[in-house]
């Protein structure tokens, strides 16, 4: 009998033996926390290292200065419970220099897996490297920073970084949505997103509400992609840490093989972080290979029997690394998370809408954190003056990039208006390189808008 859930298949001494019961504890490490600070009403604090210092020892080790935690505290207390996806104006103290919009290309960096998967004749082979191109870039997300939200109508463009060109557009403010596409000789990417939170108090979890999407070229398979919730800890008090507890399921559509991973919680002493264990299922859903590694270093996976035991004379073999990273780094930036900020990989002819160009990113990337404030909240304040003066002329605001179409997609977090990308885009692109235009993309201002600025 195949494992088709390999939750279970634990019993015994299968190779799952102890994920039934990392699963299955879920909610269990969470309760051991160190609880109960005194004074602070539904406060949780959670050590990860799941040491034994007291609750109040473990708050006084965040980046917050006391009356700052405090403050905030105090603050965000009526918001328990809520979605603060973009209802909270936020200090920029917490911020890190870069856009949602960015922070989306950022599954580029091993785009070389995708490659791998459409150039691969093995059908399951395929499904290994395209899921551990998925998990590559669970890395980045476990910085602490919160990226800023883009502007309605910001952009975010990538040239040709390893023959991939990315583009990405704020194409919705209420609710924040933000679709991206990019391509290569090997694949193409699509991406509708639609992030959703709850704030619990000193933590949030963020529900990846949206629709991913790779059609490889060869053979014209369609993969899709559905990721685990975040969990951020520690917002306020104590040290912040990111886990996603949970299972990935990456399907092809043409051929209904599928990936089931589990990404396990972090248990008590830390144990189970960042590990994560699998298969990969034909149609029939019997496992063919097993995969495990740790999303913050590597994967690797093995030809598996119909129980899902690894295959006699088979070996593990690593099929994705985390490359080298930046030591100290403030932001935890890898090396390319700063191309991603960089000119370097900007296109000739930058669109003014970018992202690179926003005034109060720029100015935290410089430690400017004072201009940064001032210059973010300017901007919100015309952003609400742009939405006054649509709303006053009758006018909805139309993306450039991306047409929304009919589709409603159902997600494990509430349904989604898919936005596909209309190709326009392509057509700017090839036009904006063969022209002699040589403007130097650093003095373009930032102009993602409708209207002239009546904020004033």
């Known amino acids: 009998m195949a494992p088709n859930d390999p939750k279970n298949a634990g019993g015994g001494s299968g190779f799952f033996a102890s994920l039934a019961s990392s699963i299955s504890n879920l909610g269990s490490a969470m309760t051991k926390s160190v609880n109960g600070l005194v004074g602070y009403e539904g406060l949780e604090v959670i050590n990860p290292e799941g040491s034994t210092e007291d609750a109040a020892e473990e708050a006084n080790r965040g980046r917050w200065k006391q009356e700052e935690r405090d403050g905030y505290w105090k603050m965000m207390q009526k918001y328990i419970g809520s979605d603060v996806t973009s209802m909270v104006t936020l200090p920029v103290i917490i911020f890190e220099p870069m856009t949602m919009l960015q922070k989306m290309a950022e599954l580029m960096e091993y785009s070389h897996l995708l490659d791998m998967a459409d150039k691969t004749e093995d059908p399951y082979m395929r499904m290994v490297y395209a899921s551990s191109w998925a998990i590559s870039v669970y890395y980045a997300f476990q910085r602490t920073w919160k990226p800023f939200n883009p502007i309605l109508g910001e952009t975010y463009e990538m040239a040709n970084y390893n023959g991939v060109n990315f583009i990405s557009e704020q194409v919705s403010h209420h609710p924040p949505m933000s679709a991206g596409h990019a391509e290569n000789e090997h694949f193409t990417y ?16 963020v529900y990846p509400v949206g629709r991913t999407r790779v059609t490889l070229k060869r053979d014209g398979v369609v993969l899709d992609l559905v990721p685990p919730l975040t969990k951020v800890h520690n917002l306020i008090f104590g040290r912040t840490w990111v886990d996603s507890p949970g299972e990935m399921i990456m399907t092809n559509l043409t051929t209904g093989d599928k990936v089931v991973l589990y990404f396990q919680p972090c248990g008590w002493f830390g144990s189970g972080r960042y590990e994560v264990d699998g298969y990969v299922y034909n149609a029939s859903e019997e496992p063919k290979i097993l995969m495990t590694g740790k999303w913050n270093e590597s994967m690797s996976y093995q ?11 088979t070996e593990l073999k690593e099929v994705w690394k985390l490359a080298d990273v930046p030591k100290d780094d403030k932001y935890q930036y890898t090396h390319f998370a700063h191309k991603i900020n960089s000119f370097d ?28 404030g001032y210059e973010k909240s300017s901007m919100e304040e015309r952003q609400r003056a742009e939405k006054r003066t649509r709303e006053e ?20 977090w509430g349904d989604l208006e ?6 326009k885009y392509s057509e700017h692109r090839e036009a904006a390189d063969n022209s002699e235009d040589n403007t130097d993309p650093k ?9 002239p600025d009546l904020s004033t």
């Open 190 to 205: 699509d991406c509708t997103s639609k992030l959703k939170t709850k704030f619990l108090g000193n933590s949030i979890d």
């Open 303 to 313: 030809q598996c029997d119909s129980e899902g035991e690894p295959l006699p004379g």
């Open 443 to 451: 003095s373009i201002q930032f102009n993602p808008w409708q209207f």
């Open 418 to 423: 898919v936005y596909q990308f209309n190709g």
């Open 393 to 412: 002329k009758g006018q909805s605001f139309t993306p450039k990039w991306f047409d929304i179409t009919e589709e409603v997609t159902p997600t494990p």
């Open 345 to 372: 990989t900007a296109p000739k002819k930058l669109l003014p809408s970018d992202s690179r160009l926003r005034p109060d990113r720029y100015a935290l990337e410089m430690g400017d954190m004072s201009k940064s």
